[in-house]
């Protein structure tokens, strides 16, 4: 028997993500704006490949007057798309509630790391089993106000 490619668990999930955008934009974050009770934004980056703006609800937490973010992709193996976009093109938008920012990503490393990981895997748990799961070093991103 042939090997399936995903691609209808890929199609379901981009679905998925289309509408929980739609109404986090259409409810100004009310619905959608939390999930596993953290808070939810939303990222909209450039297509490293197609220059097409993509939009994804991550959870964050706020740093100074930035925000932290993390690429765990559910602990995959590979890198979530949108951060493979920023590290091609770290200028993005954040959108929480009905406010919006420009902002340039940069992966944290060290020591700063591994206190926004924590702070982050202590917001939400599911980080920890994510980086049990994967070989890879999963990315927290720092996203400053441009």
Known sequence: MAKRSGGFGRALARGFIRTAVWLYRRSGGRIGGRMAGSPVLL?????RRSGRSWTVPLLYQT???GWVI???NGGSARHPTWWLNLRARPDAR???GRETFPVTAVE?????REVLWRRM???YRGYDRYAQKTTREIP???LHRR
């Open 43 to 47: 990222l909209t980056t450039t297509g």
């Open 63 to 65: 740093d100074g007057d």
């Open 70 to 72: 993390i690429a765990s």
């Open 94 to 96: 954040v959108q929480i």
């Open 108 to 112: 944290v490393a060290g020591d700063d």
């Open 121 to 123: 895997a202590d917001m």
């Open 140 to 142: 927290v991103v720092a």
